[in-house]
């Protein structure tokens, strides 16, 4: 099936932009969607269709897709967006939808 | 608002049946499909399976196929997951999720999750 290979860990100091990765086999022509991941928390969608941000996510979120590789981008980077960040596509050759392994982004 | 609300830790002994539950709320149950996603410790996310309560429509992913049941009760607005006979591998987290759906119908189409619940702990020891 259809995988998504993300980096272990991304390091940011505050104010900086964090760049998290997300390779597939030309994920340029499909859909993909993040997530952010905080212990005890629920899971928050922080961007859907590649760029879109849901209501409540703050601007600075954002996303892009080329190629083999899908990236979240996250501006201004702050304390509080440390977590584990997963993306995720839906696998057509299987009909369902695959994870990236995630991506821990530390706050330095 | 739309809420998921899944219930508490558990802690079963290998061989063991258990039944998780989720409930929603603020949307209209019946018309989205809403699923389950394993997180096992230390590792990333796994999509399980996933029902559309309105005609409990069921689908599963390979992996879990057999291994697990999915089912909903549209009476409460619940969604289930449930095992028969618990392994220590089976030791993590549970999450439901509301899936949208966008696409083209018989065309490209694809599915997203856009409410989750906090999680389920399921802890299976000796």
């Known amino acids: 099936s259809y995988v998504l290979t993300q980096p272990p860990s991304v390091s940011v100091a505050p104010g900086q932009t964090a760049r998290i990765t997300c390779g597939g086999n030309n994920i340029g022509s499909k859909t993909v969607h993040w997530y952010q991941l905080k212990p005890g928390q629920a899971p928050v969608l922080v961007v859907y269709d590649d760029s879109d941000r849901p209501s409540g996510i703050p601007e600075r979120f954002s996303g892009s897709t080329s190629g083999n590789t899908a990236t979240l981008i996250i501006s201004r980077v702050e304390a509080g967006d440390e977590a584990d960040y997963s993306c995720q596509v839906w696998d057509t050759s299987s009909d369902h939808p695959v994870f990236g392994g995630g991506t821990k982004l530390t706050v330095l | 608002e739309v809420q998921l609300v899944q219930s508490g830790t558990e802690v079963k002994k290998p061989g063991e049946s258990l039944k998780i539950s989720c409930k929603g709320s603020?949307?209209?149950?019946?018309?989205?499909?809403i699923g389950w996603v394993r997180q096992m410790p230390g590792k990333g996310l796994e999509w399980m399976g996933f029902?559309?309560?309105?005609?409990?429509?069921?689908r599963y992913s390979p992996s879990f196929q057999g291994q697990v049941t999915i089912s909903a009760d549209t009476s409460i607005s619940t969604a289930y997951l449930q095992w028969s006979s618990l392994k220590a591998s089976d030791t993590a987290i549970y999450y439901c999720?509301?899936?949208?759906?966008?696409?083209?119908?018989?065309?490209?189409?694809?599915?997203?999750?856009?409410?989750w619940g906090k999680g389920t702990t399921v802890t299976v020891s000796s």
């Open positions: 603020g949307y209209s149950f019946t018309t989205f499909w």
């Open positions: 999720a509301r899936h949208w759906y966008d696409g083209t119908p018989g065309g490209y189409y694809y599915y997203y999750m856009d409410v």
């Open positions: 029902i559309y309560p309105g005609d409990s429509d069921t």
